[in-house]
């Protein structure tokens, strides 16, 4: 993989951390248990203290609070600058950094310092929470102390400028980017949070944002860092198979507690498209958010972004989760994430059952452009067994609406047109063709991985037998795609010492290897005409 001067470097880092296993690494200097602990290497210890995430890919140390990548676990060891560490390891696994210009490494530098100023912002409010702040996390809202440990939840008490300035020597304008410092309109520095408990968010064991929360009901209430909010909160836990979607830390950290992986989105409406992919690894999504009118908005919102695998739980009215778990026990909880619906569900059912037959076409619109996108057998169960029965419709009425299913599906597999290029040609979605290897992604978007007689190539679409084959959309797809390019360098790479006699064994081993990856439908699954 080529990559210019211009490239987004944050890209190109986890790139680089995706191709390293941590356990692996780390083993080489630290000797693991069979639960991935040990001895810390960076102070003296003698029960061990130090762990690795597997899913999460970072290292944490309980005694003495360093954590982080497989990068800050070699800087941290080798006592070597970050770009260095970045530009060894790409070298390693064939990813090519041309231009570490002074430019991209100071770059790199800063948002390395950055991320050591979030932690130590995060460290030091730990370990300034006030007995006030802990009454109110615990006997307020249940939040247990070894949640509260966990999650590093600290308070701002108006002395981080001395800590990190003088103690740390950390550089003030950095500092001041990073967002924890402000100015005053006096030009004096102080605390960002100051007054308020703060929620450091972790990613791969490094703190990536920090949020905080007044308790003395002054404003505003809520305050984050400065500029775009990147992350949700507690990402680690989209490397479950089932994960729970909350609006608030709060939420998120008694789900938690109560032993669901949750992720915060920080609000009904601020779910963002680029999230989505985030979820690839994730076979269920339970959307619980607020129950109240914003609640019920962004239930909506989330769960059509999210698609097939979003199942939406309603909250009692005005409750939000960590209410929940403050009134109701666990097996209550557990009840309602089983009464929870799909998005096609959800939405019927707030089309009343005795709507007018000639006023329901219409309430039905998106619901039938939403079954357009499915296959075939699951659009027949939704007609019959939920539409059918909810508005006591006959079989007549059933046949019209599959009619307008289908003419839906007919005018979206006409789009792009220009681009296919051939007027007499049809597109159609499909994951199954003669020649496909696998679906991979390509620009972002989804594409075939196929073979056309000695060579493999990754392409939008397909012509065969008049017909343009087309991927399905992202979302309908439930497995997470491997890169194209990726898979072709590993081709072409390997093509250079190939026999004709090893050929087929090597294209055997690809598609049987992304086969198993993506569990490829063998049977037309994605047919959808």
């Known amino acids: 993989m080529k990559n210019t001067g211009h490239c987004d470097f944050r890209s190109v880092i986890e790139e680089v951390r995706e191709r390293y296993d941590i356990v692996e690494v780390v083993g080489r200097y630290v000797k693991l248990n069979h639960s ?16 690795v995430n597997v899913k999460g890919q970072y290292f944490y140390c309980f005694g003495c609070g360093k954590g982080g990548d497989v990068f800050k676990f070699l800087e941290l060891y080798e006592k070597r600058p970050f770009a260095e560490i970045l530009k060894e390891l790409a070298d390693r696994v064939d990813i090519d950094i041309p231009s570490l210009s002074s430019d991209f490494k100071e770059r790199i530098d800063e948002d390395r310092v950055i991320r050591d100023i979030l932690g130590a912002t995060a460290e030091f409010y730990h370990e300034s929470l006030t007995e006030e702040a802990s009454e109110y996390l615990i006997d307020r809202r249940g939040i247990e102390k070894k949640i509260i440990s966990e999650f590093k939840i600290g308070y701002a008490n108006g002395q981080l400028t001395e800590y990190l300035l003088k103690e740390r020597n950390f550089p003030i304008d950095i500092c001041l980017r990073a967002g924890v410092l402000k100015k005053s309109e006096a030009s004096s520095i102080g605390d960002y949070f100051h007054d308020r408990i703060v929620f450091p968010n972790f990613r791969h064991g490094q703190v990536v944002h920090l949020s905080g929360r007044r308790i003395d009901g002054n404003e505003p209430k809520y305050l984050h860092l400065p500029g775009e909010i990147k992350y949700l909160y507690n990402e680690d836990a989209l490397y479950e198979e089932e994960v729970y979607i909350v609006e608030g830390i709060l939420d998120c950290l008694s789900a938690v507690q109560n032993g669901y992986p949750a992720v915060a989105i920080l609000g009904a409406s601020n779910f963002k498209p680029k999230y989505i992919q985030k979820f690839s690894r994730c076979e269920k999504v339970y959307i619980c958010l607020d129950g109240d009118e914003a609640g019920v908005k962004g239930s909506f919102k989330v769960g059509n972004m999210i698609g097939e695998k979003a199942r939406i739980a309603s909250l009692p009215g005005g409750t939000d989760v960590n209410d929940y778990f403050n009134c109701y026990t666990k097996d209550d909880f557990n009840k309602l994430i089983a009464s929870s619906k799909d998005i096609i569900k959800y939405e019927l059912g707030f089309i009343p059952p005795d709507t007018d037959k000639t006023e329901l076409p219409q309430k039905l619109e998106d619901i039938l452009k939403k079954l357009s996108g499915m296959e075939k057998a699951k659009v027949e169960a939704y007609l019959n067994y939920e539409v059918k029965s909810r508005f006591k419709l006959k079989k007549e009425d059933i046949d019209g609406y599959r009619d ?24 159609v979605y499909s994951a199954f063709f003669d020649g496909l290897i696998d679906l991979v992604e ?40 491997p890169r194209g390019e990726e898979i072709l360098k590993l081709y072409d790479d390997q093509s250079k010492i190939l026999t004709e006699e090893n050929d087929k064994a090597l294209y055997d081993e690809l598609l049987a290897y992304h086969k198993s990856i993506s569990e490829l439908p063998e049977d037309g699954y994605y047919d959808l005409i």
């Not at 056309?452 to 497995?479: A, M, R």
Request: aromatic content about 8%; overall charge negative.
């Open 36 to 51: 991935n602990k040990g001895l810390c290497p960076f102070h003296d210890e003698r029960m061990p203290s130090f762990s």
């Open 404 to 427: 307008i299913i289908l003419n839906y599906r007919k005018a979206d597999a006409r789009i792009n047109k220009d681009d296919i290029g051939d007027e007499g040609a049809e597109a």
């Open 442 to 481: 390509k620009d972002g978007k989804p594409a075939f991985l196929i073979k056309e007689e000695d060579n493999l190539s990754v392409v939008h679409s397909v012509k065969k037998n008049g017909l343009f084959y087309i991927p399905p959309p992202i979302e309908q797809i439930p497995w997470l795609l």
